[in-house]
């Protein structure tokens, strides 16, 4: 019973392991994606860029999922009147999703 019970703990730790690294992972991805969006779409500088990118990460704990990411994101856009679609948005988020997994497992 004692293997048994070591192998549960041991996949149970690997569960939380992997399920902090999905959230550092993505918390990472929307801020390199406030980061972005700030200085490449708004021309923004300095604190303005880490504040909107605060304002990023906050508005994924609205819900599960990039869902509430998007529209935050892309109401930003619409309202500076930025020609740039949903598409192109979601396609970076992934772009920058494999850039911050590099960049939490090289930490």
Do not use: C
């Amino acid at each position: 019973m004692s293997t048994f019970n070591e192998r549960e703990k041991a996949f149970e730790d690997k569960y939380k392991h992997d399920q902090d690294l999905q959230f550092r992972t993505e918390v990472r991805r929307n801020k390199l994606l406030g980061q972005w969006v700030a200085r490449e779409l708004f021309g923004l500088e300095g604190e303005a860029v880490e504040s909107y990118a605060k304002d990023v990460v906050a508005s994924d704990l609205d819900e599960p999922g990039i869902d509430d990411v998007v529209r935050k994101v892309m109401a930003d856009i619409e309202a500076k009147g930025v020609d740039f679609s949903e598409h192109r948005l979601r396609h970076r988020m992934e772009e920058l999703l494999t850039e911050a997994k590099q960049q939490i497992m090289s930490e």
